[in-house]
């Protein structure tokens, strides 16, 4: 692997040249070079399916020799033949079940390069358990834990001991439910908030060692397992909280979104980033608005809004006109931009 160099201390951020005036008016900073993670090595866990096969296409495409692993060997080889078919050949897989610590270990080790250094790993492997407190059992509850914290823990750990000595990335794969939780997704809620934690805490310990650590917090998308849970009310809910959504054909994200953004956070380009929480969502994990006053627009800027949102359903009745100018919320009032996603969302 070539010799990184840190792009804080490079000309390309923007200090000046040595012959300029010390007092003069600072560089100008270029464009960044396009992200490359050429010689670099790379582990995803959970790469067969879903966001983690879309993350290893990503860092693939990005240049990294790229390793998989899970516990089903032939979704591992299906997965790496449609990489290859689709311009990735080269990614190689490792069966590995994230709850056994040896065969985490054994797979960061596969996945280093020959001098046994790893530059990047994607705690991505992942499930959930549905159901309520007031049934779930002990057995119940371990299944996301085990998985999605413990799992994360080891991967973070051994890929932690394979970057000491040149330092590397590592990102988390949590979810917009460890801050929104879902109703009856407890465990899955509960164990991705420690998800974030453990990120938090890994980054705070591992700096010293050059090591990054950073997670991303996907909201809901169009991978094999949402399919199976995408019910029209569960659409009707995602695309009532998703921002971005509203004029989109599916409120479901593409996994190849979280690819790109495990590939920044992989990158040079984001050296002085850790211990830090993306979420990849289309606004989702925004907090629900507290109210939705269009009406009151409307009545002030009326042909703006109209030119702007078009108009409103069935325009303004002189009741919702008058209360608008007092700033009080009314009933029956226009539904204009937003009044729809609110009740939904009530």
């Known amino acids: 692997m070539s010799e990184r160099t840190d792009p804080r201390q490079s000309p390309a951020v923007g200090t000046p040249p040595a012959d300029s005036p010390a007092a003069g008016p600072p560089a100008v900073c270029p464009a960044p070079p396009v992200l490359s993670l050429a010689g670099r090595t790379a582990l995803v866990t959970g790469g067969g399916t879903g966001i983690g096969k879309a993350i ?12 998989i ?28 079940d994230v709850t056994d610590e040896s065969r985490i270990a054994a797979a960061a080790e596969a996945a280093a ?41 080891h991967t973070v750990k051994h890929a932690a001991r394979l970057m000491r000595t040149r330092g590397g990335a590592i990102v988390t794969v949590s979810s917009i439910s460890a801050a929104r939780p879902a109703a009856f997704m ?12 453990l990120t938090r805490c890994a980054a705070a310990e591992l700096g010293r060692f050059g090591i990054r650590v950073n997670g991303v917090r996907p909201g809901w998308m169009a991978t094999e397992s949402a ?19 509203a004029g989109a054909d599916s409120p479901l994200g593409d996994p190849a979104d979280v690819g790109r953004a495990v590939v920044f956070l992989a990158s040079d380009q984001a050296s002085w980033i850790t211990g830090q929480l993306l979420g990849v969502c289309g606004g989702s ?13 409307r009545f002030l800027f009326a042909d703006e809004m109209d030119r702007d ?37 009530q």
């Not at 060997?73 to 290859?84: K, N, P, S, T």
């Not at 705690?123 to 834990?145: D, F, I, R, Y």
């Not at 995602?238 to 971005?244: C, K, N």
């Not at 608008?324 to 009933?331: I, N």
């Open 186 to 197: 407890n465990g899955y809620s509960v164990s991705k908030a420690a998800v974030d934690e």
């Open 113 to 153: 390069a020959e001098d046994g250094h790893l530059d990047i790993a994607v705690a991505n492997a992942g499930t959930a358990m549905p159901g309520s407190l007031l049934h779930l059992t002990t057995e119940h509850w371990m299944v996301p834990l085990g998985v999605n914290v413990l799992g994360t823990a």
């Open 227 to 245: 399919a199976a849970a995408t019910t029209p009310e569960n659409l009707a809910i995602m695309r009532a909280g998703t921002p971005l959504a």
């Open 285 to 297: 994990s925004l907090p629900p608005p507290s109210g939705d006053f269009a009406h009151a627009a």
């Open 69 to 96: 692993c899970g516990p089903d060997a032939g979704v591992l080889d299906a997965a790496c033949a449609e990489l290859a078919a689709a311009g990735l050949p080269g990614v190689r897989a490792v069966d590995a």
């Open 309 to 345: 949102f078009g108009p409103a359903d069935g325009g303004a009745s002189p009741d919702a006109s008058s209360d608008a100018a007092t700033g009080a919320p009314t009933t029956g009032a226009a539904s204009g931009v937003g009044a729809d996603s609110v009740s939904r969302g």
């Open 56 to 67: 290893a296409a990503a860092l693939a495409a990005a240049g990294a020799r790229v390793t």
